[in-house]
C-alpha cells in the first residue's frame, strides 16, 4: 500500500503528543517535571492547531460573508485565551479545550475542505489523527489532573 506524505507527516506530527503524555506519566512524581510535560504538550498542541487552522485564513479573509469569515477564523481566535489561560492557571483543562478546538477543526473540514480536491481517504485519516490526538490530550489531562 502506497503512503501519500500527507500520511507519514501526519503520523510523524502525532509522536510528540505521545512522548509528551509517556513523560508526564514517569514523572508524575515530581512536579517540576510533570507542569513541563503539561506545558510542552499545550503548546505543541496550539502549534497544531494554529498549522490545521491556516488553511481556512483564505477562506476567512476573502469570503464576502461575515459569518463565514467568523467561523474560519474562531480556532485561532480561541486558541490564544486558552493557551494564556493553560500557562497561568489550569495546563489539564486547557488540554481539555483544546480537545474540542481540535474536533471542530475536523468539523470544519468535513463542512468546508470538501472543495479543496483532497485524496481519496484522507477524512478518513483526519479522523483517525483527531482521534489519536484526543486519545493523548485525554490520557495528559488523565495523568496531569
Not at 43 to 52: D, E, N, R, T, V
Not at 72 to 95: D, E, K, N, R, Y
Request: with cysteine; proline share 5%; charged share 10%.
Amino acid at each position: 500500500m502506497k503512503k501519500h506524505s500527507y500520511q507519514i507527516f501526519g503520523y510523524a506530527g502525532v509522536i510528540p503528543f505521545i512522548v509528551f503524555a509517556v513523560g508526564t506519566y514517569h514523572h508524575q512524581d515530581s512536579l517540576m517535571f510533570k507542569n513541563l510535560y503539561l506545558m510542552m504538550q499545550l503548546f505543541y498542541a496550539g502549534l497544531i492547531i494554529a498549522f490545521l487552522s491556516a488553511s481556512y485564513w483564505h477562506e476567512s479573509l476573502f469570503n464576502e460573508k461575515p459569518l463565514i469569515q467568523f467561523i474560519c477564523m474562531t480556532p485561532v481566535i480561541l486558541l490564544l485565551p486558552i493557551f494564556f489561560w493553560g500557562m497561568t492557571h489550569s495546563p489539564p483543562q486547557a488540554l481539555l479545550a483544546c480537545i474540542a478546538l481540535f474536533w471542530g477543526l475536523f468539523a470544519m473540514d468535513r463542512l468546508y475542505g470538501l472543495n479543496h480536491g483532497w485524496p481519496k481517504g484522507y477524512m478518513l485519516f483526519r479522523f483517525n489523527l483527531t482521534a489519536l490526538v484526543t486519545l493523548c490530550l485525554f490520557a495528559t489531562y488523565w495523568i496531569g489532573a
